[in-house]
């Protein structure tokens, strides 16, 4: 039976190669699913020959709790970019100044995530992400499932190859729909998509996603007796992995490279995965090797970035969407276009300033780009094509929803609809507090509080807690039903045991996000604290600043907050910060300021250190501050704490009082 099993593997590794590499199938779909099943089906009746990388395991199956760390052998670097002809010309002239001339490859630059894979002994050993260079994660469980990517091998000794995972455009629509169909959220493009599926940690999902790779690295080339970059690309072929053979190629100069990367730009769009530029590498190793590295990039190798892709549309209407805040954003509607390979109907217009100064008129013909090449924006209106019918947008005095006055904040250049009790800003407050990154309430989107607040259902954050009284109405109305009131029901009593800097990000304080509810949090530990906190003391906090301060005093004050945080209470939301406990030391309680270069920490470490140990840390020195951390090439704030008599400590000393401590 061992032989039998040990032949269908061949064969399906075989038929896996010919239709996910050479794109060359030799048997039918019916007939390897046959073959597949009776391979199942032996695996089944003698687990004694299981085998991690038999091809029956390309659907995956374990599910992991987390992610290993590995450090790399090598770190996997990333390229320094340039972005125009004059700038890769300066690229291949420093190069060329130095060694000579030279040969390059140049490749398409894969939009997904890079990848090292391991195999030992012929077999898949590992594969790791990038990480932050030096470490990646081993997502092993989730590779595996790459159709395109080789168990075994015909190659015995260690192997490490390096490459791109990403997602085909076909995957990428067809999850994008499934999602949609689900109510899931959608990923905004083919690298998103990849990444988010190499993290998951049910390599079943992860195997569904359709991913694939390309191979485009030999980190020790020279071991397997190569001597430059293209026979590595080869090389890897032949050991039946997928290269990118069609768009890897060797140029003698400057202006051979320019014309590959002007021929694809002509075809990006229309190559079945993404692309975001062209890398152009030193094609031999021993120039290579000449050249070396700078500290995080190599020299014989840069990325061309392309340029987001600009196309006219016209500009069918301006609309007004109003935010939780109140914020008052204008949107154009566009004449439906294939941008960077979506479909795009909206643009953002930022603000009323804008539309002015660019002078954008309803039924202009506009100028498009995809901001970071996911948000589209209107960069220009063409003015020549008017033909007399473009009217110019005069933005409304009062708010698109409810019809309150709306007021022009006096620092931006924004419209706010101040009234409270506005419908579009009660539905994004209350989904923005349930939205994952805040309270965490599954089964409580936008969709479904937009319905719930038109029922009458929910009219404020604190309703969500108060829900249960309408239970036989949601449990009655189509779409819902009981089975989706229990989960909700669940998820919401859940919530109440997130931590203080979940509630203050979900309670939308003006500028107040993750990342300052974190801080706050940290210093205040309870609601309670922070409510009884003063203008001074708040805006002293590194990264909070006067604004912010402001923001927090002022929701504070304000009578209505302050009920429902109590009716929040009353429903037994927690009120305390889950952010490590401050550990009580020497610092605790000082206004400490760092200044100059630290030998043992960065100044960012050293003040998140302090902070952990309870000091307040600032970026000023005055009479309040009670000591000043200096390092090399300390100036004036350190002159100024001795003028002032405040207390100063050495890096040295400093050291040597965190040691004390443990
Ligand atoms: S070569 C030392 N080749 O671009 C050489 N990288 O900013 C290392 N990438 O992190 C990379 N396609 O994720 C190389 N054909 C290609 C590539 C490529 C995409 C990515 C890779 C890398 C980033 C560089």
Redesign the pocket.
Known sequence: MKKRIEELRNRLNQYNYEYHVLDAPTISDLDYDKLLRELMDLEAAYPEYDDPNSPTKKVGGQVLDAFDKVEHKRP????G?VFNYEELKSFCTKIEQEVGEVEYVA????????MSVSYLQGQFLQAVT?GDGVVGEDVSANVRTVKSLPMKIGYDQNLEI???IYMPKKSFERVNKEREENGEELFANCRNAAAGSIRQLDSKIAARRGLDG?W??LPDGELYGLDNHYDSLMWMKSLGFKV?EVY?RKFQNVDEIWQFIEELSAVRYDLPYD?DGV?I?VNSYAVQRQLGFTSR??KW?V?YKFPAEEKETVLEDIFLTVGRTGKITPNAQLKPLFLAGTKVSFAQLHNEDIIKEKDIRIGDVVVVRKAGDIIPEVVRSVSEKRDGTQKPYIFPSVCPVCAHPIVRDAKEAHYFCINPDCPARVVESIAHFASRDCMNIDGLGIKKVEAFHQMGWLNAIEDIYRISQFETEICETSGFGEKSYRNLVASIEASKQNSLEKLLNGLGIRQVGDKAAKILAQRFHTMDALMKAEFDELQEIRDIGPITAQGIIAFFADEGNRRMINRLKEAGVCMEASVTRIEESFFTGKTVVVTGTLKSYGRKEAEAVLEQLGAKVSSSVSKKTDLVIYGESAGSKLDKARKLNVAVMSDDEFETKLKERQ
């Open positions: 996997m670097l990333s390229l970019n490749e398409c630059k894969i939009d997904g995530l890079a990038r390096r490459g791109e390309f485009y690295h990118n890897s692309i890398v590498k990039t190599p190798a990325a």
